[in-house]
């Protein structure tokens, strides 16, 4: 492949923030019709070189050609009018809008002045045929599943022509069948002469997608070579740089005594009589697709959605939960599955982000021990290994991974004896993700109850003592560990008529 | 506003110059007004501007916990004039002065509370609730004094306005009192934390515990409360409460807070912030009366340097990149 010209072609180019040199004298190659997996942990530098790429930031030095011509990409628009489109983590969609409105936002075709609609709706429901996306053009975003959306903002960086495609973490909230259609569209777009970046903590999907690989820590390319070089443990050793504990199963805890007990809860149509127990020092893992039920069993024993029927117990007695506040003060925590838009406060520091619950714990007549609320803080950052310069940095400023583990702490903190994990370890990259696994399972050695929710199978099945799998709303299927495979729940999951 | 992640240090950086950036207009202001006018930098003119910053600063203080909150609170203005109406006719009714100034910040706290539970139980916007709340007090003002201003206080009451203590005049006393107290109360207390965790994400504040509703109620009752008190050092001072007191109150609190640097979504800003803020807005008054400027034209200086001000936040703020 070394006699094209490549398409994307990266030289020496760095990017320092103050504190941080993200991105550090990177020289790179993508080519057309290929598939090029860029991997490394959070922090590595993928983001920002990225962002270099889609003109969100510039480089303080190296050049960038695009198929041999020098550019300078100096924004996003800029990006895009030489054919070059990033699909996020977190999506650019407007949800009020429609399928065919979101795609030709801002170049919408237009007679004698007017939007033709009809020929709008026409070129959108044209293209997602073509993708074999069964959606329909008229379509609110709103209505659609996230998975739908990550579809029909492919399918938009198509409608634009894109020479060069980005993709950054494409499946973290996709299931297997909707990563399948992805996969599907991926490589017809390779077929079609695009020269795509894909950017994954998921081995498998590395391996299944792409033809060249490359590999970032700590803001350098540390190696690019074709995939067939490459093993998947050699890249997860190149990434980290260091070895990993395998996260293999461990024979199972014998369970304590039960704590909490759900019977025939009731919440709308999401959940239609759901009945759990959590034991002490047992983790169960909860599976299914998006979109079963799962969250909302999640947020009902955490007060933080109106049950309509059943009944909690927890130590035993009957207990009305009608807030997070009353679940917070009976022992139970919930890590909840959108980091930025439930759990993290963004203009806050680390540390009052991971003390946040212990503000009135650590006060007295009001006024807050803060250097109390330090000290917990700084003990528990540290146990988690959580990486930051210091604890007044910005939250927003941590990669996604160690975000996660400040989230972690807030609820550790708090010493709950009932934690409430959902995707726990979504957008983390391998080496956080390996952490957050090892302390789960230490903190059920410790006597706590842990509801970990799920839709990566292995990860159900490293983790997991016991498994309940769900579906439209009910539970139906609850194995143990010995008779789990990824087969049985999936079955369960989708309903094997 | 776009976020983009790993656009890192933007936040710090913005702090940074708008805290330092509001400090270095004052000075530069105070400056150009040294040099203009021989008699802006003495003593006398120096203790006009903060007793005449006192009213909107003690207002702008419990405005700054709302718009911290990501609220807004309009009602300031109509809520004054209502509470020191009420504080006022009791007093001329002979009520004792002190019973009658616990009235009037009493009735201040609970048109504030109001506007909370209007807020948090019947889930009305802030704007609205506190628009609603604005008609609906000045309107009483009006119906009870048919239109008439009450005038003519004890001299314990006037000592609001025109005593002092220790030398201090009380309205600058009082000024200092509420932001120190303010300032313990929103950096040291857990009330204070909460307030920023519940601007900076609701939902994630709930999810954590913190009490939504009680803190927002609280934080638009000291609001009120805030608002009476002002009121009360006004009609001390000027010996008289007319039913239009306070019209427009509303305006220059959060022009205060927002040029102290505050952010309207909330979660961002602060007291020190917004006591900087009102005072360039009053020295700026002060400086254009000075020198002689149409009061006209007051008004449209006044705009053009708040406009000023956030634009240099912002240039500071975004020159991350070049």
Redesign the interface.
Known sequence: MTSATPRLKLINVSKT????Q?VKSVSLEAYSQQILALVGENGAGK??LM?IING???PDSGSIMLDGVEVRIDSPRRAQSLGITMI?Q?LALIPELTVGQNMFLGREPSRGGWIDWNELYRQTQQVLDRLGIAISARAKIAELSIAEQQLVEIARALSYQARLIALDEPTSSLTDRETEILFRLVRQLRAEGVALIYISHRMEEIFALADRIAVMRDGELITAGPASEFTPQRVVQLMVGRELQPSASQPAQPRGEPILRATNLVAGKAVRGVSLTLHRGEIVGMAGLVGAGRTNVARLL?G?DRLDQGEIWFEGKPVSIR???DA??LGIG?V?EDRK????????SVR?NAG??L??R??RF???NFRALTQQVSDLTTRLRVRTPSLNQ?V??LSGGNQQKVIIA?WLALQPKVLILDEPTRGVDVGAKADIHALIRELAAQGMAILMISSELPEILAVSDRILVMREGRITAELNRAEATQDRIMQAAVGQE | MRSFPLSSDRFDRRTFGQRFGLALIFVLLMLALALLSDRFLTPANLTNILRQTAINGIISAGMTLVILTGGIDLSVGSVLALSVTIGAALMKQGWPVELSVLAALATGAGLGCINGVLITLARIPPFIATLGMLTMARGLTLMYTQGQPITGFPAAFRWLGAGDIAGIPVPIALMLLVFVAGGFLLYRTSFGMQIYLLGDNPTAARLTGVPVNRLTVLVYTISGFCAALAGLILIARLDSAQPTIGLGYELNAIAAVVVGGASFSGGEGGLVGTLLGALLIETLNNGLNLLNVSSLWEQVVKGVVIALALLLYRAIGSRNSR
């Open positions: 923030f103050p504190g941080v993200a983001s920002t962002n969100v930031v510039q996020h977190e955490f933080a807030s997070p506040r917070i003060r919930l909840t838009a439930q759990g993290l406060f963004l203009k806050q009052n946040a619950g503000l009135e650590l006060s009001g006024f807050v910005q927003r400023n807030r």
